[in-house]
């Protein structure tokens, strides 16, 4: 999955994305809207964790979902 897969699949993502990370609001994942970056401050915030982790994370669930 590359960030143009995650902006234009954001909708059949953002189901996963909640299930991943359930502390993720409705509200925080429509304004994150697929952009990877945002997402990945998101994680880092809600869950205290540091960047490189979230970002690991991220990488792994990405890797994870792969088309």
Do not use: C, P
Not at 36 to 41: K, M, S, T, W
Not at 52 to 59: D, H, N, R, T, V
């Amino acid at each position: 999955m590359n960030k143009d897969t995650l902006q234009g699949n954001w909708k059949e993502f953002k189901g996963k994305v909640k299930q991943q990370w359930g502390k993720l609001t409705d509200d925080r994942l429509d304004v994150i809207a697929g952009k990877r970056d945002e997402l990945a401050g998101e994680i880092q915030t809600a869950y205290g964790l540091t960047r490189e982790e979230a970002e690991k994370q991220l990488k792994s669930f990405e890797d994870a979902h792969k088309d």
